[in-house]
T-cell receptor
Framework: DAKTTQPPSMDCAEGRAANLPCNHS???????VYWYRQIHSQGPQYIIH???NNETNEMASLIITEDRKSSTLILPHATLRDTAVYYCIVRVASGGYQKVTFGTGTKLQVIP | SQTIHQWPATLVQPVGSPLSLECTVEGTSNPNLYWYRQAAGRGLQLLFY??????ISSEVPQNLSASRPQDRQFILSSKKLLLSDSGFYLCALGQGHSNEQFFGPGTRLTVL
């Protein structure tokens, strides 16, 4: 699996958009970008994933650059409950075993 | 929808004692199951994965073992705990075309 690079921490004002970047310059053609978040003392929660097109769901939007070497997770209106560690990972998306490597992620602090 | 149960939620054990953590899943069949550990301030580390009953693969050498006696049951064990085994243990399942992973609530283990 390709490695990812994320800033260790970010602050965001409540109600504003939170933009979390991720670099994955060694991503290969069949690897997807996945985002998870982990609120303190809980298990990680799946947020969104994508291959090359931008994706949006009820939680967030995912913007992937044309060369796929980086992406940005956007929380359009951050709330205090969005304070968590956000993990960006890349991996192939096929059935069977999936080795997933989680780095240390970005600790997002939403400020009132 | 899938549900992942883990117990116990917290556990304090002395060094050298045995360990058994259980994970059961509902709402799915023949899932891929994973055990992760998260040490304090660190990312998630994949310990074991299983693609079916009795099929276990280990990612890192350690004094832990895993078993899958039933399709929806995944057990993490140790004969003698070490201080370094302390951490947050997460069971996850992967399913579907994208094999996105869903995580259980976790077990916080403290070895004294």
């Amino acid at each position: 699996d390709a490695k990812t690079t994320q800033p260790p921490s970010m602050d965001c004002a409540e109600g504003r958009a939170a933009n979390l970047p991720c670099n994955h310059s060694t991503i290969s053609g069949n690897e997807y970008v996945y985002w998870y978040r982990q609120i303190h003392s809980q298990g990680p929660q799946y947020i969104i994933h994508g291959l090359k097109n931008n994706e949006t769901n009820e939680m967030a939007s995912l913007i992937i650059t044309e060369d796929r070497k980086s992406s940005t997770l956007i929380l359009p209106h951050a709330t205090l409950r969005d304070t968590a560690v956000y993990y960006c990972i890349v991996r192939v998306a096929s059935g069977g075993y999936q080795k997933v490597t989680f780095g240390t992620g970005t600790k997002l602090q939403v400020i009132p | 929808s899938q549900t992942i149960h883990q117990w116990p939620a917290t556990l304090v054990q002395p060094v050298g004692s045995p360990l058994s953590l259980e994970c059961t899943v509902e709402g799915t069949s023949n899932p891929n199951l994973y055990w992760y550990r998260q040490a304090a301030g660190r990312g998630l580390q994949l310990l074991f994965y299983s693609v079916g009953i009795g099929q276990i693969s280990s990612e890192v050498p350690q004094n832990l073992s895993a078993s899958r006696p039933q399709d929806r049951q995944f057990i993490l064990s140790s004969k003698k705990l070490l201080l370094s085994d302390s951490g947050f243990y997460l069971c996850a399942l992967g399913q579907g075309h994208s094999n996105e992973q869903f995580f259980g609530p976790g077990t916080r283990l403290t070895v004294l």
